[in-house]
Every structure is written in C-alpha cells, then in structure tokens.
C-alpha cells in the first residue's frame, strides 16, 4: 500500500497558522500517529537524533484515523506566526506505521518523514 501526505499551511486572520493533514491509501481502522519535530544539533539531544525527540505540539501533533481511503486531521498554532512557520521553522514531519509501537528514535516506525525548512 502507497501511503502519501500532504501538509497545508494556511494563514488565519490573527497570523497564527492552521495545519491540515491529509493521509491517502490508509489502512482502516488504524491510528497514524503525525507529528513535527524541532531541527536540532544532534550533539545536543538525548539520543544522538538531528531533531528534538519531544513532538513540537504547537505546529502539529496527533493522530489520524485510517479509514481504507483519505484522512485527515487539522489543527491550529497557539503561538506559532504563519510567517515564522513558513519562513523560519526548521523541522521534521512524521508519520509513524500504526502498526508498530510508536518510537521517535526507531527510523523503522517512520513511513513518511519529511523536512521543513527555509
């Protein structure tokens, strides 16, 4: 199966951002568990990663229910300006296999790892 996402960034009224989430070819009945990570230097993180292993909630996080088909999942900032998100934010976006225990270290749980940055 071809899982493919697509991120929308959109900008409110306020500045603050809406993130839109849209998984295709997911499996029913499963939970993708999406999320972005903060770029960071991987001298400096636990584990050795080149992201900061605490999912950054304020850009987007949760989980996203496979129906057989599309889904998605939106959410907006809290404090995140669509101009700093856009033109500043370094980062990873990830979409874990539900089939799997969730691990923000094991690559192997990763089926779409995409990088934001400017």
Do not use: C, W
Not at 10 to 31: Q, W
Not at 64 to 79: C, K, Q, R
């Amino acid at each position: 199966r071809d899982l493919m996402a697509t991120m929308l960034v959109e900008e409110l009224i306020d500045g603050r951002a809406k993130i839109t989430v849209i998984l295709s070819n997911t499996l029913d009945g499963f939970t993708y568990p999406v999320h972005s990570h903060d770029a960071a230097d991987p001298e400096e993180t636990p584990n050795g990663t080149p992201y900061n292993e605490t999912p950054n909630g304020d850009v987007f996080a949760g989980g996203i229910e496979g129906n057989g088909g599309s889904a998605s999942a939106s959410s907006e900032t809290e404090e995140l300006l669509f101009r700093d998100l856009i033109n500043n934010y370094e980062g990873f976006f990830v979409v874990h296999d539900p089939t799997q225990e969730i691990s923000t270290t094991d690559l192997t749980t990763y089926l779409i790892l995409g990088l934001t940055a400017r």
